[in-house]
């Protein structure tokens, strides 16, 4: 049997002293390796750095979404802003768009010119077309001649208890502000003789119709533009 020291170090506790004998008495063995203890302390301490950590990455993803509703919500209202027209689709249009001079040109459904019609306006109608977006397009051309003179039939679309809504249109010749009243007028408006012609129309803002006077139709509106006729020289 071994030595008295290790034969007496046998027990619960004795192992643990036999074997730390063993390891000093085999020259090629390597150290027993130190494993410091964590200590509760420092693991609350970690658990409230993930803690701190996970919630403060959580208020800064909220903070910036909230700011980015903040600049959206303050902003103009996609729903209002008239859709660009792609390259492509001007293209395809331009031939459609060639108008006559010195002649009224209903723009309704069953018009022919109806395709001058760009972004901002709402569907043709029977009588006209309504204005559904801050502003509308009007993209056209005249061959053979020199326009110079635009006119421009519209009514405006009023909440109850107002008594005209203000537009602003700009042509190549001129920018005019007016005041659409009840009934509708004819507006007259300068061009400078180029044969592709453009005509912005722009609201100071728009309105949705009472549900008193109407259950279906809830688009928010301007104005509607029943006719135009250009004069050239």
């Given at each position: ?9 046998h027990g ?6 036999e074997r730390s ?12 390796p130190?494993?410091?203890m ?6 609350r301490?970690s ?13 800064t993803f909220?903070g910036l ?5 903040i600049s ?21 249009l331009s ?8 002649e009224?040109?209903?723009?309704n ?5 109806r ?5 901002g ?23 053979n001649?020199?326009?110079r003179?635009?006119r ?6 009023l ?9 602003e249109?700009?042509?190549?010749g ?10 509708g007028e004819m ?5 400078d ?5 453009t005509?912005?129309?722009?609201c100071e ?14 688009r928010?509106?301007?104005?509607k533009?029943y006719?135009?006729e250009?004069?050239?020289?």
């Amino acid at each position: 049997m071994g030595s008295p020291a290790v034969e007496a170090s046998h027990g619960p506790l004795g192992w643990d002293l036999e074997r730390s004998l063993w390891w000093r008495t085999v020259p090629w063995a390597p150290p027993i390796p130190h494993v410091p203890m964590i200590t509760p302390q420092l693991c609350r301490s970690s658990r409230l750095e993930r803690f701190f950590l996970t919630n403060l990455g959580a208020v800064t993803f909220l903070g910036l979404g909230g700011l980015q509703f903040i600049s959206w919500t303050v902003g103009d209202d996609p729903a209002t802003l008239a859709p660009q027209e792609s390259l492509a689709t001007s293209n395809q249009l331009s031939e459609l768009r060639v108008i006559p001079v010195d002649e009224v040109l209903f723009l309704n459904d069953q018009s022919p010119y109806r395709w001058i019609l760009g972004g901002g306006f709402g569907q043709p109608e029977a009588d006209g077309t309504w204005i559904t977006a801050t502003e509308a397009v009007l993209e056209f051309t005249v061959v053979n001649q020199n326009p110079r003179v635009m006119r421009l039939s519209m009514s405006p679309f009023l909440d109850p208890g107002s008594a005209k809504r203000r537009v602003e249109i700009e042509a190549s010749g001129a920018s005019v502000v007016m005041d659409l009243v009840q009934g509708g007028e004819m507006f007259t408006i300068a061009l400078d003789g180029a044969a592709n012609q453009t005509v912005r129309i722009r609201c100071e803002s728009l309105s949705v119709p009472d549900r008193k006077s109407t259950d279906s139709d809830r688009r928010a509106l301007c104005a509607k533009l029943y006719a135009i006729e250009v004069t050239g020289e």
